[in-house]
C-alpha cells in the first residue's frame, strides 16, 4: 500500500482541516498516512519573522480567518473558534504527538488537540488541557508526558524541523510523497495523494 508523509504543525490554521480529511482522502487513493509533527517556528525565525505570517500582513489575516471559517462550514467541522492567543504555542503537543506510534494513536491525538485548539478554543500549551486529551483517548497523560520530556523525544522534533527544511518545506500543511514532491496547503491533499498514485512506484 501507499503511503505519504503529512507534515503538519499545531498552532497551523489550516492544518486543522487538513488533519481532519487526510485520511479519508488517503483511503480513496488506497494510501496510509504518516504523521509528521514539527514546528513552523524556527522556519519561520530564519525568515526574519517573529509570528505567523497572517499576523504580519493585516488583510491576509482577515481572509485567512474568513477562509477558515468556510472551509470548516463546508466540511462539516465544528464552527471555527480563533485561538487567543494567536498562535499557540505548540512545542509540548508536538513532543507527546511524536513520542506517540505513528500507527494511529498519533493521529487521535494530534485531532484532538486540533478540535480543542480551532473548535472548542482552549489553550493547547496547557498541560492539563493536553492531560484530558490524551486520557479520554486513555493513553495515560502520566507516561506520556515523561516520554515527552526525554532527551531523545527533544532532539527527535529537532531533527524534525531539520529535515522540513531539507526538504523545502516552508508551511503547513504539507503533503510529502515518496518521491518527495511537495504539496502545500489543505486543498493539496488530494493532489499529494494523485501525485504518489500515477507518478511514485
Known sequence: MRKVEFWYEFASTYSYPAAMRVENIAKIFDATISWQPFLLGPIFKQLGWTTSPFNLQAAKGSYMWRDLERTCMLNGLPPLTRPDPFPQNSLLAARVALALPD????????????????????SIDDKAVLADILEKLDMPSAEWFERAAEPDIKDQLKAQVARAQELGIFGAPMIVTSDEELCWGNDRLEDGLRWETDHCE
Open 103 to 122: 500507527d494511529g494513536p498519533r493521529a487521535e491525538f494530534s485531532r484532538s488537540v486540533f478540535t480543542a485548539e480551532f473548535a472548542d478554543g482552549r
